[in-house]
């Protein structure tokens, strides 16, 4: 039967991210969230203001389906990356970065969500500076299989 991928690990990240700065949740951006308000009041928002100016922002690279047979239902897979960009002030340094990245890696490498989508191990990539926040992306490669029946 099919189902979306993307929906299980933007769930699945949402139900279980713990991710904290001096006490304070991070926020996440979610896709589809109002990219100019922290505060919209969407289905994945997090109430309240971003901590110290620590945020992040969810997002998907898919790659096009695969069909492994032909016929009225045939096997599908769907292989793509969930990328988890993470971004602190300057002036705090990267070490609080490092760690919450490390904390995301934790949490969606090599696991198996809802026995149907398979979450590889993860790559986290110190990007830099762009004068005003440092950032650091957590890629995971995931796979999904699925028919329509």
Not at 60 to 73: C, D, Q, Y
Not at 124 to 136: E, L, P, T, V
Request: charged share 15%; aromatic share 14%.
């Amino acid at each position: 039967m099919y189902f979306s991928a993307q929906d299980l690990i933007q769930s699945f990240f949402y139900q279980n991210w713990t991710g904290s700065v001096s006490g304070k949740n991070v926020y996440i951006k979610y896709p589809n969230d109002n990219d100019l308000a922290f505060n919209d009041g969407g289905i994945y928002s997090t109430i309240g203001v971003q901590p110290e100016g620590f945020w992040g922002r969810l997002s998907f690279s898919v790659n096009p389906t695969i069909s492994h047979s032909i016929g009225s239902n045939p096997l599908n897979s769907e292989v793509g990356s969930v990328i988890i960009s993470l971004f602190a002030p300057e002036n705090y340094g990267s070490s609080e970065l490092s760690r919450l990245s490390g904390e995301v890696g934790a949490l969606l490498s090599s696991i198996t969500i809802d026995n149907k989508v398979q979450m590889q191990e993860c790559e986290i990539r110190r990007i830099g500076s762009d004068g005003s926040y440092y950032q650091y992306n957590v890629e995971i490669a995931y796979l999904s299989s699925y028919s329509f029946r």
